[in-house]
């Protein structure tokens, strides 16, 4: 099956300090690939690249659904939200001052038409919209689990819900592959396996998965393959066992002493 | 409506209510006069363009700092049209609000990829550029002279075969600006329900996610910049057949920072809490004019009364007289929190 997602040589130089260096990998269609490293290795800076939040200094990253490939290096982050690539952020960023409900009708933006002469003249396909909009918005808080709660200010929520409510938001864009930063980051034990099940429901819905996670519990439980990197090269890449087993894997997170105790055990 | 007050639904609906009937009846309240009636025109006019400049600072989180150049282009528009043209006001409003959305869009487009200091000092500067404009262009606005003789307004059904009344004294004036208010408020209350209220909001919450979740940043500025600057025109338009003169010297940088403190003092994002400041603001002004010499003090002291007011609220309730919900919200919690923190300490004693 064709790819969803290929990065191909993808490069990200910040001044002197490069981030990324040719990075290869693919995401294929309806899998859940983790993407690991160290603190520091460039996970992130490539979710930005991906999002086109950064532009990346060499390299092609290219989204296909089943008829034609699109390059999204250094498009505009909301062009590629509206190809179809949601995100979620390592930090929580929320609409804070809004509502729950708001925070994931904001979400169907790129989705939704209406505008300011819709606004003040309620045309009826303005109310339509509206209503279509606020359904959807319910449907996916009930899908996180936060059905109900609409009404809450969005920051009054306590930490395991806003992680759910930005999935939430993530997933009103109504997105083919969605990127989760350490969405587990800060959770408790109940809270991950919940995660967890949660991350195997949206891919059910049809929606492929790319996670950062440091969580190793959550990479293993729930993770199909792993692509690691380290200083911003591709490390290793394979099935969660065999990486974790990988001697190169382990010098990366714990020195080569721990390496070839590994290896000689 | 109500998901913007929902605990005090109720109680809040009623208030407004109340104030509505009020201003309906006030003009035949024994004690009023006509210099009263004109204040009260003041506060209104006051509150649309409050209403109109909340759009910027208080939906998007942008600090502007030249809205009264707006307000200046919508009131020479309207007074060189009348002047010239004899067009009726009603025919000049629709063309003041686009003539302000045009300028908000030409200013707007190149200038809001600034990030927030930068911003309010280019509009500082367009508001400056308006004020030389209109006293230097002397063929067009008769420069420092002023414009005299702008004919009121007037309801003309000629036309159709009726009467033509034109607008003189205070009270056709009154209704007027109430009728103007109402449709203001009336707008600012659907766009904050709608699809471009909530990328406004979203812009002002967190720029970063807004993009994420789709929204082109600079398109929706703009969006915003233009209809702020609308309002503001039709304030000047209104202001215009109203005074029936106008000079280069009522458009001054003070007048921006007079509405950006209506906005702080009544509470920035909350339209209910913008017609308070500007209610308060005016309101005080008239007084203080009064009061003052009184005293023994110069008028001017006044100023100084308005940046006591703001330090003062700065210190004590930085988000406003009436806050926006979420603020409000987090602020009673945290009244909560600090009477819990100090429970123990009274114990003590």
């Given amino acids: 099956m064709k790819p969803i997602l290929e990065i191909k040589g993808l490069y990200k130089n910040f001044g002197g300090l490069e981030a990324l260096r040719d990075i290869t990998f693919e995401i294929n269609p309806l899998e859940i690939i983790g993407l690991i490293g160290p603190n520091g290795a460039g996970k992130t800076t490539l979710f930005n690249c991906v999002a086109g939040l950064e532009k990346p200094t060499r390299g092609e990253i290219l989204f296909s659904d089943t008829r034609r490939s699109v390059s999204i290096g250094g498009k505009k982050p909301e062009s590629v939200t509206a190809l179809g690539i949601a995100r979620t952020f390592q930090n929580i960023r929320l609409f804070d001052n809004l509502t729950v409900i708001d925070n994931v009708k904001i979400g169907q933006h790129c989705r939704t038409r209406s505008n300011f002469f819709g606004a003040v003249v309620r045309t009826p396909g303005q109310q339509e919209e509206e209503r279509l909009v606020t359904d959807k918005a319910n449907e996916f808080l009930e899908f996180v689990g936060l059905a109900g709660r609409g009404e809450e200010i969005a920051s009054s929520m306590p930490y395991g819900n806003q992680r759910r409510l930005e999935i939430a938001r993530a997933l009103a864009t109504e997105p083919r592959l969605l990127m989760l930063d350490e969405p587990a980051a800060g959770m408790n034990p109940q809270e991950s396996r919940d995660l967890m099940a949660l991350i195997r429901r949206i891919r059910d819905n049809g929606i492929t998965i790319l996670l950062i996670e440091h969580d190793m519990k959550v990479v293993m439980g729930v993770c199909e393959r792993v692509v690691v990197i380290n200083h911003g090269q591709w490390l290793a890449e394979g099935r969660p066992q065999d990486v974790q087993n990988n001697p190169k894997v382990i010098e990366a997170y714990l020195g080569k002493g721990a390496a070839d105790a590994a290896s000689a055990g | 409506m109500g998901k913007w007050f929902p605990t005090k639904f109720r109680r809040g609906d009623i208030i407004r209510i109340g104030v509505f009937a009020l201003a309906l009846v006030v003009p035949f309240l024994p004690f009023v006069s006509d210099y009263l009636l004109h204040i009260v025109v003041l506060v209104f006019l006051y509150m649309i363009l409050a209403l109109g400049l909340n759009i910027v600072p208080g939906f998007n989180g942008l600090l502007d700092l030249g809205y009264v150049g707006f307000y200046g282009i919508g009131a020479y528009t309207s007074g060189l049209l009348t002047v010239h043209f004899g067009l009726s006001f009603w025919i000049i409003v629709p063309l003041a609000f686009m003539?302000?959305?045009?300028?908000?869009?030409?200013?707007?487009?190149?200038?809001?990829?600034?990030?927030?200091?930068?911003?309010?000092?280019?509009?500082?500067?367009?508001?400056?550029?308006?004020?030389?404009?209109?006293?230097?262009?002397?063929?067009?606005?008769?420069?420092?002279?002023?414009?005299?003789?702008?004919?009121?307004?007037?309801?003309?059904?000629?036309?159709?075969?009726?009467?033509?009344?034109?607008?003189?004294?205070?009270?056709?004036?009154?209704?007027?600006?109430?009728?103007?208010?109402?449709?203001?408020?009336?707008?600012?209350?659907?766009?904050?329900?709608?699809?471009?209220?909530?990328?406004?909001?979203?812009?002002?919450?967190?720029?970063?996610?807004?993009?994420?979740?789709?929204?082109?940043?600079?398109?929706?500025?703009?969006?915003?910049?233009?209809?702020?600057?609308?309002?503001?025109?039709?304030g000047g338009a209104f202001f215009a057949r109203w005074v029936t003169f106008l000079s280069p010297d009522m458009f001054k940088f003070w007048e921006s920072f007079l509405i950006l403190c209506m906005i702080v003092l009544g509470g920035m994002g909350n339209v209910w809490g913008v017609m308070v400041g500007a209610f308060v603001l005016v309101s005080m002004s008239e007084i203080l004019r009064e009061l003052l010499p009184l005293l023994g003090l110069p008028v001017e002291v006044r100023f100084l009364a308005f940046g006591l007011i703001m330090v003062l609220m700065m210190r004590f309730r930085p988000a406003g007289l009436l806050p926006i919900p979420a603020v409000a919200a987090r602020m009673r919690a945290g009244r909560v929190r600090r009477k819990k923190i100090k429970g123990p300490v009274a114990v003590k004693k």
């Fill in chain 2, 99 to 234: 003539n302000g959305a045009i300028w908000g869009i030409l200013l707007g487009a190149p200038t809001l990829r600034l990030t927030g200091d930068y911003f309010a000092i280019v509009t500082f500067g367009f508001s400056e550029l308006v004020v030389l404009l209109i006293t230097n262009e002397i063929w067009l606005t008769r420069g420092p002279l002023g414009l005299p003789g702008i004919d009121p307004v007037s309801i003309d059904l000629t036309l159709f075969g009726g009467p033509k009344w034109e607008l003189v004294g205070e009270l056709p004036y009154y209704y007027l600006a109430l009728f103007m208010v109402l449709v203001t408020v009336f707008v600012m209350y659907r766009i904050q329900d709608s699809r471009l209220g909530r990328a406004w909001f979203a812009i002002r919450d967190d720029e970063v996610a807004a993009v994420s979740c789709g929204i082109n940043l600079l398109t929706y500025k703009v969006i915003a910049f233009a209809i702020s600057a609308a309002f503001g025109a039709v």
